[in-house]
């Protein structure tokens, strides 16, 4: 079979969704490039090609990456989804230098690994009452690892805490635009149009809020994210009212999600590796260069995506210029070239190259704060449960199937104080 029919199969039976790593490892060795029918674009799956994809923004592009998947419906769906076309015109996310540039150094200001530390004592309040209220058979996906991500960047945002239904209903939406990778699926685009005119009529509101706080001398800079670029608004270094909600938006959609999987997909690996636990409850200094090994095993995002700008090749294949380009970042986080025995998860290992967050200018720039909250949840159960169990058959577990965003549908698990 070739590459993509292999890649298909596996589409069909799941495999990919629930264990898509032997693909990746017979990928790398026999068409670690290779045009996906079922994809809509380039699947590269090899560590420096991914590594040199994400670095290089002088030949492959962000920008206009969700229009390349709008253009894919027929005219007539096209025509309903206005705002969406308009809204991932610009923002952070989805733009190139200099825009980019100008985006992420007023956003950087604002959104620095210090504040995200800063956060750390909000987030360990909130992971100790979502646990407080955790009975002893649970679903960490549902219980924890959805609200905790959302509740604090909702903090972050300044939003209420009533608000996050609503913002978790519209970032599912939104993320929905990508589950098919490079394709797109109409009803699902309609459903994200309508979600995010909500979001956005919200995130205004928001806005509109710090500016008349600020009208009135009581605007706090450091009280929220929002704070901080109306805020900058008085030395006329601000962004656009359109890249203010766009950002604003992206950082909900991106930081919520994603969070939550990544969780999940690493409790899930804990739990299957027997002494894992018991090794972080001994030594919790691990924690940390656990939760990166965690990213780079099993991450949340599992692939990248960029438009080629012209004609390039990438390993003796030949990719046209304006075609969609997706490095496969959890097939280059199992490189065998980069990372010893890369199929293995081992607490401890100096797991830093993973690109799990990215890379180059459009690294994450939540993965700070997604450490701070992976840290305090981990080292939080650990203090209130003296054993964590899974409550089903490993292969009874379900996940999402999603190009984009990897994940379980829910992680059922029994407690022991």
Known sequence: MSADELLGAALADGSYFSNPYPLFSRLRRESPVFYSSHLGGWVVTRYNDVSEILHNHEDYSSKGRVLHLIQQLKQEVQDQLPLLQMHFATGLAHSDAPEHKRLRGLLAQAFTPKMAEGMRPITSEVVERVLNNLNLQADLI????????????GRLLGSAESDIPDLIRWAHAING????????????????????????????????NR?????????????DILSALVSAELDGDSLSESELVSTAVTLFVAGHETTTHLLGNGMLTLLSQPGSLEQLRTNPDLIRSAFDEMARFDGSVPRSWRIAKRDLDIAGVQIPAGDLVLPILASANRDETLFDDSDSFTIGRDARKHLAFGRGVHVCLGAPLARVEGEEIIKVLLAKFSAIELAVAPNELRWRSDIALRGLLSLPVRLSR
């Open 142 to 153: 549902e219980e924890v690892f959805t609200p905790v991500p959302a509740l604090v960047v």
């Open 177 to 208: 635009l990508y589950e098919k990778g490079g394709l797109i699926a109409a009803d699902k685009a309609l459903h994200a149009e309508a979600m995010l005119e909500e979001m956005r009529i919200f995130v205004g509101r928001l806005a509109e």
């Open 211 to 223: 500016r008349e706080l600020r009208a009135k001398g009581a605007l706090d800079p450091q009280a």
